[in-house]
């Protein structure tokens, strides 16, 4: 897991290219973007969201085998829980389509991230991430969430 601020995407040009395009698409958002998918390019896209955040998301923490997230709420702040997969036990099992496994029982290791307000956090296949809590009260977001698929 990477957690930064916006102002540093020029740090993850050399690590990613895909990776810095999905930054740089988050970067020039406008907070007026429309709800919906955009293609950045062959091997990224960016989901434009909105919903209230929770104070426990039920499903626990989502990995992906295929995509790295990038994920930024462009308005508002939310909490994501994060720990490494390894030992986790199975939740809800692999969704191929969607290319996601829920878990629980997060290790020692689980920590919080707060995104939003410049600061994105980037999950890797080995990141579990538990997203949509509240960080202060319940709110609506808008978020991007940029999927680059490995």
């Known amino acids: 897991m990477i957690l930064d601020k916006i102002q540093h995407i020029e740090t993850y040009k050399g690590v990613s290219p895909d990776i810095y395009k999905g930054l740089q698409f988050i970067a020039s958002a406008d907070k007026d973007i429309k709800l919906g998918e955009y293609t950045i390019s062959e091997k990224v896209k960016a989901f434009v969201t909105e919903y209230e955040t929770v104070e426990n998301f039920e499903r626990g923490f989502e990995a992906h085998k295929h995509e ?6 462009i308005s508002g702040y939310e909490r994501i829980k994060w720990s490494p997969i390894d030992n986790m036990e199975i939740n809800i099992p692999y969704d191929e389509k969607k290319d996601r496994t829920f ?3 997060p290790s ?3 920590t919080e991230v707060v995104i939003g307000n410049e600061y ?7 990141d579990g991430h538990g997203p949509q809590h509240y960080f202060k009260e319940k709110e609506l977001i808008k ?3 940029v999927k680059v698929y490995i």
């Open 103 to 105: 878990y629980k029982s």
């Open 143 to 145: 978020k991007i969430t």
């Open 68 to 73: 790295i997230d990038i994920q930024y709420p």
């Open 120 to 126: 994105f956090a980037i999950f890797f296949p080995q």
């Open 108 to 110: 020692e290791q689980m």
